[in-house]
């Protein structure tokens, strides 16, 4: 079983849309918690940053973190075709410097 | 705005050749990583170093090696290229006090 579980997609929705975006994990001690953004053929960017529990808000964009059910989710609103991507989640413990990915959700906003 | 820079965007190798991938990162970060990135797979650690001629390995170290001369940059060898190491390669950078990483372009290496 993977540490970190995220649905592949594709996920296909109208211009105007809500999404949400979901990625669970095992690892309990993951205390810091990523949405990265990726186009196709470029390398990830970062979009969201979260440290435990709780919501974050920035713009059209919102994550948010369940540490009790070890569940993460970025919600895209009024979404638009330029959010056309691979969304990966990411996330790390206090121990470990390096990153723990999901293998990404592609997401495709239609006109 | 912090930037990675990776040497090349494509390369096509020969099976058994040495290959080296190259990484710069302009923000005198300590810590530097490399990934490889798979359909279906997503991204794996391959190595990362958090100092000057520090190396840690990651998750799939096997095939690889990596040398950190120089805090800004951070290259991973392939001793002897195979064909299941055609991949996306992607070079990151971070702050010691922060868990986010900054991403460059990456690399698609296709070995023949």
């Known amino acids: 079983q993977k540490e970190v579980e995220q649905d592949p997609g594709p996920l296909s929705v109208p211009e105007g849309a809500i999404v949400s975006l979901n990625c669970t994990y095992s690892?309990?001690?993951?205390?810091?918690f990523m949405w990265y953004r990726q186009y196709s053929r470029k390398g990830p960017e970062l979009l969201m940053y979260?440290?435990?529990?709780g919501n974050k808000e920035d713009g059209r964009f919102t994550a948010q973190v369940d540490k009790s059910s070890k569940y993460i989710s970025l919600f895209i609103r009024d979404s638009q075709p330029s959010d056309s991507a691979t969304y990966l989640c990411?996330?790390?413990?206090?121990?470990?410097?390096?990153?723990?990915f999901g293998s990404g959700t592609r997401l495709q906003v239609q006109p | 705005d912090v930037k990675v820079t990776q040497s090349s965007r494509y390369l096509v190798k020969r099976t058994g050749e040495k290959v080296f991938l190259e990484c710069v990162q302009d923000m005198d970060h300590e810590n530097m990583f490399w990934y490889r990135q798979d359909p279906g797979l997503g991204l794996r650690l391959i190595y990362f170093?958090?100092?000057?001629?520090?190396?840690e390995k990651g998750d799939i170290p096997e095939g690889y090696s990596v040398s950190r001369e120089k805090k800004e940059r951070f290259s991973l060898i392939l001793e002897s290229a195979s064909t299941n190491q055609t991949s996306m390669y992607l070079c990151?950078?971070?702050?010691?006090?922060?868990?986010?990483?900054?991403f460059g372009p990456g690399t698609r290496l296709l070995v023949l």
């Open positions: 690892n309990s001690a993951f205390q810091y």
């Open positions: 990151a950078s971070s702050s010691p006090d922060r868990e986010t990483q900054y």
């Open positions: 979260t440290y435990s529990s």
């Open positions: 170093s958090y100092d000057v001629k520090m190396k």
């Open positions: 990411a996330m790390s413990d206090t121990g470990r410097r390096a990153l723990t």
